[in-house]
């Protein structure tokens, strides 16, 4: 597989100051980040190495499967789909909007809390959320909402650039310039 | 001379002597009138009403496609207390015809606004709301309905009121009050003499003080500032504080304060004062929306609240009302025909006890502990804005108190102590808002909140966080092989610790799913071990542990402790995908003018590899379709990630699991910790299956993030398969591209050569 099918290896979890983003190769067609692959292992880390294999089950000949495709296709591939917000959840969003234009950071905490009540995995709503937190100047938790809404909305490429951007912003906003950057110069950021 | 000078001398003594002592007791007169003057217009303009804070729960949002069906609708209008009528007659008031509702809504104070009294049509099924219109016909995005009132925060001495301003209070009710208590209210000057006399002959003749004859203002002075006895001294203090009052207030201040401050019951350690407070403590409704037969028994309770305590002595209560209604009619108040409907009328009593949550109160005040000094939270008349999801809270106490009923039958050792007990907490994932708390068997009182406070050994609840550390690892998979065989161990004080499986048994070879699912000791602390226990510790911290648990191998088996908060705290992080959500009991507090003194924010921090997190979720779904939680699978026939835990010797019993809309943790045991006989399965799984089976679940289906894929394998030998060649196929996320070992003849042949294997693993590795 060639270098341009390099996909960003994303942290969510930080354990150091510098494992923040890495950008590392992987076999898959592009996911967007992934989980921290342990630093010392080369990336198909997950293939188990230090389990014995399993006791052969009778009539059967073992060989080694890579996803097959027909499997991948039926339920490997995450299916890409666009996400919007119902009525109740958007009417909720431009409300917030309304109380953030006006000042009201609170009621439109509050607000988005309501939202989230209803459509509590719908990353518009997290989107929605880091945004809110900027504004407050709470930039570590506008990072973790963007961070999130970046998971709920994988399956979306305007959502996940959207997230994307905004979590662009966010790290420029705490001074970590280079993780911006990086992120920006994603392939599917752009 | 000098017997005439003496003859005049002692009379002059005397007549000194008299009028010094008239002086002296004028002026001490004077000085005491003086001084109760001082005491009433300090008393009565210092006076704070001592408003307690009050607590709501979230309030309900109706919206198209909201899973509140016409009959939760229903149930929630009645809690509300909301009545079954013409809507077009006011607030407080609806009509269900079928599906579709009509509501007149009544003014209520959110979070965020003041809404005044609207009218709405709603629609609903038996699945959900399915439209929404104001009164014009025009469609709306959504509405929600009142918070429900769920408790007050107090102080010690425990006055609770509402305070009432003029405007709020019905022109009958005031009415009535006069007309049975004061009929020249607005005449006297604080003490009626005419009623004074009325009284003394009604005591004469009847031997004994029966009447008191006293003014609304003599009456306010003495729930004001004096104690209860009837003396002739405090008879008199009270007249002149009365006449005082009259002569620095105007009638209608004297009588506002007198509608907030009478005492017209006891709830326990709380103090009912007002008519406000009255109102909604005994009918359960605000003041405006009182019927004639409803005000004629509050007016009814003055002369004596516990004599004549409707809750407890319902015929005193019916029999007063009726002869206050008698006296209305007589001074012609009411007319005949009013008086005879609401003499008919039942008391109209709201339902005692209904909505009364201590375990989850007691979490919401520590929550606010961080943040408010106590004595600040009773006095200062704020709104404590929840996140108690009536309806959860509902289902959970249900269960809890149903199945114990059930348990008791069947647990061991049930006549050697204390009755079984049981904890359940039920929360949102995703935002971390707790929705249902229930601390014990008794529902309705709090004494021990084992919800909060029980820690207990949480067994092999601490499974998930054992495989999320090994898969976090990148060295595991769901279909990676463990051994389940004996080990011996020799511990730090010489000891050897020998762990067996629940049934003894011992499986040999299995993947890790099943391991997992079917909750096999070896294989896990064998898995434990190699990872080491300072990285399990680890993961329980990241995920929301506050404490760091003691590094013995048996906690590997769950011998951690933990509440069933904490566990709570933990399952959330892996319902919400590896962020964990703090979780909250409170979403905002509001001084008495609606400013939000703090809102209590979402907060969300990463603690877990999503990926890993999905993996782990996903083997946790076997758990409840083939492994030990089977028979939630059996009944709610939703995907969903669960575990059960029994603590040694039985003495624990629990069940955790999530959806995408909830996640609960239910533990069943005795407080003094003796074997109760039952498993996770057998104990803690019930409750846990009652309550969540009454809500409205959403799957549990998580977008899988990029770097996992779905697979089939085989449960019972990990090989990598489809649902058509093997019984027992089962779907696990993987990272994308793993390796895994086939079963032959199932899917794509095996056409890869061993070359073109290994030309591709060097082209993924090598960079």
């Not at chain 2, 000057?189 to 003394?200: K, W």
């Not at chain 2, 069943?668 to 089976?693: C, E, F, I, Q």
């Not at chain 2, 070359?755 to 591709?760: A, I, N």
Request: neutral net charge; contains cysteine; hydrophobic residues 40%.
């Amino acid at each position: 597989m060639a270098r341009k099918n390099s996909a960003l290896i994303f942290a969510v979890r930080r354990t150091s100051a510098t494992a923040g983003l890495l950008i590392l190769a992987a076999c898959a067609a592009p996911p967007p980040y992934q989980m921290p692959a342990p630093k010392a292992e080369p990336v198909p880390a997950a293939v188990p190495k230090e389990t014995p294999p399993p006791p052969p089950p009778p009539a059967a000949i073992q060989t080694v499967q890579e996803a097959p495709k027909s499997v991948q296709k039926e339920v490997a591939e995450p299916p890409s789909r666009a996400f919007k917000l119902g009525p109740a959840a958007l009417a909720l969003v431009n409300q917030a909007r309304g109380q953030i234009a006006k000042g009201q950071l609170p009621g439109a905490s509050a607000t988005l809390d309501r939202a989230l009540r209803i459509e509590p995995q719908n990353p518009l709503l997290w989107i929605e959320l880091a945004r809110l937190r900027l504004t407050e100047g709470d930039t570590k938790q506008a990072e973790n909402c963007a961070r999130r809404a970046l998971l709920l909305g994988s399956a979306d490429v305007s959502v996940r650039q959207a997230a994307g951007h905004l979590l662009a912003d966010v790290l420029r906003a705490l001074h970590r310039d280079d993780e911006a950057k990086d992120l920006e110069d994603q392939p599917w950021m752009n | 001379m000098t017997t005439t000078r003496s003859r005049w001398m002692l009379p002059r003594k005397v007549l000194y002597a008299l009028g010094g002592v008239i002086l002296v007791a004028a002026l001490s007169l004077l000085g005491w009138v003086f001084y109760l003057d001082g005491v009433v217009q300090h008393e009565f303009k210092g006076r704070l009403w001592s408003v307690p804070a009050r607590v709501y729960a979230a309030p309900t949002d109706l919206y198209v496609g909201a899973t509140v069906t016409s009959d939760d609708l229903d149930t929630e209008l009645r809690r509300l207390h909301y009545r079954v009528g013409d809507p077009a007659n006011g607030p407080g008031i609806y009509r269900r015809k079928g599906s579709d509702f009509e509501i007149n809504t009544r003014r209520v104070r959110f979070v965020d606004e003041v809404r005044a009294p609207v009218r709405i049509r709603v629609h609903a099924n038996g699945e959900g709301i399915t439209g929404i219109e104001s009164a014009d016909g025009s469609e709306l995005p959504l509405f929600r309905l009142d918070p429900l009132l769920i408790g007050s925060v107090f102080p010690v001495h425990g006055e609770d009121r509402i305070v009432l301003t003029p405007n709020d209070v019905p022109e009958m009710l005031v009415k009535f009050l006069k007309t049975i208590e004061d009929r020249r209210f607005d005449e006297h000057h604080g003490v009626d003499l005419r009623s004074i006399l009325r009284a003394i002959w009604a005591d004469v003749r009847a031997g004994q003080m029966v009447q008191g004859g006293s003014t609304l203002t003599q009456q306010l002075v003495k729930n004001y500032f004096l104690t209860d006895e009837r003396t002739f001294g405090r008879k008199l203090k009270e007249a002149i504080m009365a006449m005082r009052l009259e002569a620095h207030y105007s009638k209608e201040e004297i009588l506002i304060a007198y509608l907030n401050e009478i005492d017209l019951g006891q709830d326990g350690e709380r103090a009912i004062h007002g008519f406000g407070l009255g109102s909604e403590y005994y009918f359960g409704k605000p003041i405006d929306e009182l019927e004639p037969a409803e005000m004629a028994l509050l007016v009814g309770l003055v002369k004596g609240p516990s004599w004549y305590d409707p809750l407890k002595h319902p015929d005193r209560a019916r029999t007063r009302r009726n002869l206050v209604l008698k006296e209305l009619g007589e001074a012609q108040v009411l007319d005949a025909g009013a008086v005879a409907r609401a003499q008919a009328q039942p008391l109209g009593l709201r339902p005692a006890g209904a909505g009364y949550v201590p375990a989850f109160l007691d979490l919401v005040r520590r929550h606010l502990k961080r943040d408010y000094a106590e004595a600040d939270l009773a006095a200062a008349g704020l709104s404590i804005y929840t996140t108690l999801d009536p309806h959860a809270q509902a289902a959970a106490e249900r269960a809890v108190t149903n199945q114990l009923k059930r348990l008791d039958t069947i647990a061991h050792n049930r006549s050697k102590g204390a009755p079984l007990e049981a904890a359940m907490i039920i929360a949102e994932p995703t935002s971390g808002q707790v929705l249902a708390v229930v601390g014990g068997r008794d529902t309705r009182f709090l004494g021990f909140n084992r919800a909060l406070d029980a820690r207990r050994s949480i067994g092999s609840l601490v499974k998930p966080a054992v495989y999320l550390t090994a898969l976090e690892t990148g060295r595991y998979n769901a279909a990676t092989i463990l051994q389940d065989a004996p080990l011996e161990l020799k511990l730090p004080d010489g000891q050897v610790w020998a762990p067996q499986n629940y049934t003894h048994e011992v499986f040999g070879s299995v993947p890790m799913v099943r391991a997992l699912s079917e909750s096999m000791n070896l294989a896990t602390v064998r898995l434990g071990l190699e990872l080491g226990l300072p990285a399990v510790a680890d993961t329980l911290q990241k995920l929301g542990l506050e404490r760091r648990p003691a590094l013995n191998p048996s906690m590997l088996l769950g011998t951690v402790e933990m509440t069933p908060l904490e566990v709570i705290q933990v399952y959330t992080a892996l319902a919400n995908g590896g962020f964990q959500s703090r979780l909250r009991s409170v979403q905002a507090v509001l001084d008495e003018d609606g400013k939000a003194l703090k809102s209590f924010k979402l907060e969300v921090t990463p603690a877990a590899s999503p990926a890993a997190v999905y993996e782990v979720s996903r083997m946790m779904t076997q758990v409840t379709e083939r492994g030990t939680g089977r028979a939630v699978g059996a009944r709610l026939h939703v995907t969903m990630p669960a575990k059960t835990g029994t603590s040694s010797d039985l003495r624990d019993s629990w069940f955790a699991g999530f959806t995408g809309s909830h996640v609960a943790v239910a533990w069943v045991g005795y407080d003094d910790n003796r074997p109760t006989g039952l498993t996770g399965a057998t104990g803690a799984l019930p409750v846990w299956l009652d309550a969540m089976s009454e809500l409205h679940l959403k799957a549990w289906q998580p977008d899988t993030p990029t770097e996992v894929e779905d697979r089939w394998i085989e449960f019972s030998t990990g090989l990598a398969t489809e649902p058509r060649c093997s019984s027992d196929a089962v779907l696990v996320g993987v990272p994308r591209g793993t390796a895994l070992t086939a079963r032959q003849g199932c899917g794509q042949p095996a056409s890869e050569s061993v070359v073109d294997r290994v030309k591709s693993w060097l082209e993924k590795t090598v960079h």
